[in-house]
């Protein structure tokens, strides 16, 4: 038996360490070097801090942003799942890992019998007892081509990638957030705006009503007058109800009441900060989207690991040390020692080609995780080529919108001291209060459309996981759960 254990010792000590995980090789980015240049784009400048450690909190500089984003990241439950299912994928992990160490456990029974006079041997009723103690291992399999540790492997990434996944989601978060409080925010400016039209078409239908009666104004001035006052009562009611979605829309992000006393700022003034762009090779380092297709691509490589060695035998062991006795008393007696020792080797001879096949469908899946990564960089790429193309644009659109409000001002100014001296008719005076309004109304809807962009173009950058600037986040590679 002696020579047995040596034997078998010796052989796990050989084939040990023989990883068939296939060396992992991190697939090439399908994207260019730079990010695309033109007219259309903002030239792309290197900073000394990358957006994705630029802390939200510094970007967004409205307080009452700040304090609605810090509250979704308390309440949400979205990230709550997230943050759970970070928990869960650790537990798994630890059960995996468990697998690669022996399971001993304590066994103690006891069994007390009567047995007949008629069915015992003496032809005298009689009671027997059988007592033992004894520690154990129960099939322990010795993971001689890591199998086990290919499985450990699989599960230890999964953890990764879920810590990825939370950080996505977090980022996703803050940008939806602030989105949504910036589309609250212009529906509430273009509510206003719309009262303040409203009234000047109100008295501007009053002043022709009495030029009607007094026939300098014709049927037809009276009825333009009217058709502005409730075409301006239809935007009206429209914005009432978007500000109320809205309302609804950050309600549900943040996860609780949006309080009633936020102190807002308008949004001609300066509610972001600069973004640095950096270059495409940050992406592949700062994007938790990136991060998580990656862990998952090496959990599928770690599993074509374990099933290459499922194709090779393995071997497990059973073994168990105690004391026995047929008397309680005599559990701890000399010679009532008793052991067992188990070895059990399992060999693939046939099994109708299953192991091939899940070969195949291990390769498989490690070729669809390579496309997904690929595809995740590739979005990210464009999502930020995007954002930096609204950026220059957006600057432009602004300026010129600014601009065309102006002269639409000038030229409502101008019509308004006309007809009211008689030289234009109705008809030119409300063409230039719908121009104005039109006119303020796309600079209200631009600029949302310019900050979104931006706040789109941080969050494209991996921006929104710190809360300061120059909080390090700490690779989860690097924080391997204990136990």
Same mark, same amino acid.
């Given at each position: 038996?002696?020579?047995?254990?040596?034997?078998?010792?010796?052989?796990?000590?050989?084939?040990?360490?023989?990883?068939?995980?296939?060396?992992?090789?991190?697939?090439?980015?399908?994207?260019?070097?730079?990010?695309?240049?033109?007219?259309?784009?903002?030239?792309?400048?290197?900073?000394?801090?990358?957006?994705?450690?630029?802390?939200?909190?510094?970007?967004?500089?409205?307080?009452?942003?700040?304090?609605?984003?810090?509250?979704?990241?308390?309440?949400?439950?979205?990230?709550?799942?997230?943050?759970?299912?970070?928990?869960?994928?650790?537990?798994?992990?630890?059960?995996?890992?468990?697998?690669?160490?022996?399971?001993?456990?304590?066994?103690?029974?006891?069994?007390?019998?009567? *047995?007949?006079?008629?069915? $015992?041997?003496?032809? @005298?009723?009689?009671?027997? &007892?059988?007592? /033992?103690?004894? +520690?154990?291992?129960?099939?322990?399999?010795?993971?001689?081509?890591?199998?086990?540790?290919?499985?450990?492997?699989?599960?230890?990434?999964?953890?990764?990638?879920?810590?990825?996944?939370?950080?996505?989601?977090?980022?996703?978060?803050?940008?939806?957030?602030?989105?949504?409080?910036?589309?609250?925010?212009?529906?509430?400016?273009?509510?206003?705006?719309?009262?303040?039209?409203?009234?000047?078409?109100?008295?501007?239908?009053?002043?022709?009503?009495?030029?009607?009666?007094?026939?300098?104004?014709?049927?037809?001035?009276?009825?333009?007058?009217?058709?502005?006052?409730?075409?301006?009562?239809?935007?009206?009611?429209?914005?009432?109800?978007?500000?109320?979605?809205?309302?609804?829309?950050?309600?549900?992000?943040?996860?609780?009441?949006?309080?009633?006393?936020?102190? *807002?700022?308008?949004?001609? $003034?300066?509610?972001? @900060?600069?973004?640095?762009? &950096?270059?495409? /090779?940050?992406? +592949?380092?700062?994007?938790?989207?990136?991060?998580?297709?990656?862990?998952?691509?090496?959990?599928?490589?770690?599993?074509?690991?374990?099933?290459?060695?499922?194709?090779?035998?393995?071997?497990?062991?059973?073994?168990?040390?105690?004391?026995?006795?047929?008397?309680?008393?005599?559990?701890?007696?000399?010679?009532?020692?008793?052991?067992?020792?188990?070895?059990?080797?399992?060999?693939?001879?046939?099994?109708?080609?299953?192991?091939?096949?899940?070969?195949?469908?291990?390769?498989?899946?490690?070729?669809?995780?390579?496309?997904?990564?690929?595809?995740?960089?590739?979005?990210?790429?464009?999502?930020?080529?995007?954002?930096?193309?609204?950026?220059?644009?957006?600057?432009?659109?602004?300026?010129?919108?600014?601009?065309?409000?102006?002269?639409?001002?000038?030229?409502?100014?101008?019509?308004?001291?006309?007809?009211?001296?008689?030289?234009?008719?109705?008809?030119?005076?409300?063409?230039?209060?719908?121009?104005?309004?039109?006119?303020?109304?796309?600079?209200?809807?631009?600029?949302?459309?310019?900050?979104?962009?931006?706040?789109?173009?941080?969050?494209?950058?991996?921006?929104?996981?710190?809360?300061?600037?120059?909080?390090?986040?700490?690779?989860?590679?690097?924080?391997?759960?204990?136990?």
């Amino acid at each position: 038996m002696s020579k047995s254990l040596i034997s078998l010792a010796v052989a796990a000590f050989v084939l040990s360490g023989c990883s068939l995980i296939p060396d992992y090789k991190q697939p090439a980015a399908p994207v260019a070097a730079q990010y695309p240049q033109g007219p259309a784009y903002a030239p792309a400048q290197a900073a000394n801090v990358a957006a994705a450690e630029q802390g939200w909190r510094d970007f967004f500089h409205d307080p009452s942003l700040q304090q609605l984003i810090q509250s979704s990241l308390l309440n949400n439950r979205d990230l709550r799942v997230a943050a759970l299912n970070i928990q869960a994928y650790q537990a798994q992990y630890r059960i995996q890992r468990a697998d690669l160490f022996p399971a001993v456990s304590a066994t103690a029974d006891g069994t007390r019998q009567r *047995t007949p006079a008629d069915l $015992s041997r003496t032809g @005298a009723a009689t009671v027997s &007892g059988d007592y /033992s103690v004894g +520690l154990g291992i129960s099939a322990y399999e010795l993971d001689l081509f890591d199998r086990v540790q290919s499985l450990s492997q699989e599960a230890l990434q999964t953890y990764f990638s879920s810590e990825e996944a939370r950080r996505s989601t977090q980022l996703s978060l803050v940008a939806n957030v602030a989105n949504a409080y910036l589309t609250w925010r212009a529906d509430q400016e273009l509510y206003v705006l719309t009262q303040d039209t409203l009234k000047a078409y109100d008295e501007s239908l009053r002043l022709t009503s009495r030029s009607n009666e007094v026939g300098v104004a014709s049927a037809l001035d009276l009825s333009q007058a009217r058709t502005s006052v409730e075409s301006a009562k239809v935007s009206l009611a429209k914005y009432q109800r978007q500000i109320a979605q809205d309302l609804n829309s950050l309600t549900l992000l943040v996860g609780t009441s949006v309080p009633a006393d936020l102190t *807002t700022q308008p949004l001609a $003034s300066n509610l972001l @900060a600069d973004v640095p762009a &950096g270059l495409p /090779s940050d992406l +592949l380092q700062r994007r938790p989207d990136i991060l998580e297709q990656e862990y998952l691509l090496k959990a599928s490589n770690a599993d074509i690991g374990a099933a290459r060695a499922a194709f090779f035998p393995s071997i497990s062991l059973t073994a168990s040390a105690g004391t026995s006795s047929s008397q309680l008393s005599g559990l701890f007696k000399g010679g009532s020692g008793s052991w067992m020792f188990e070895p059990q080797i399992n060999l693939p001879i046939f099994n109708a080609g299953s192991l091939r096949a899940s070969l195949d469908y291990s390769k498989i899946q490690k070729d669809i995780h390579v496309a997904q990564y690929e595809k995740s960089i590739q979005t990210a790429f464009q999502e930020v080529s995007d954002g930096l193309a609204a950026r220059q644009t957006y600057q432009q659109q602004l300026t010129a919108q600014r601009d065309f409000v102006q002269a639409n001002q000038d030229y409502y100014r101008l019509a308004e001291r006309r007809y009211r001296i008689g030289i234009d008719s109705n008809l030119t005076f409300l063409d230039a209060q719908r121009q104005l309004f039109s006119a303020q109304q796309s600079l209200i809807t631009d600029r949302l459309a310019q900050l979104t962009s931006e706040v789109n173009l941080y969050k494209a950058l991996g921006g929104g996981w710190v809360e300061r600037t120059g909080q390090a986040t700490v690779p989860p590679e690097q924080v391997v759960p204990k136990g």
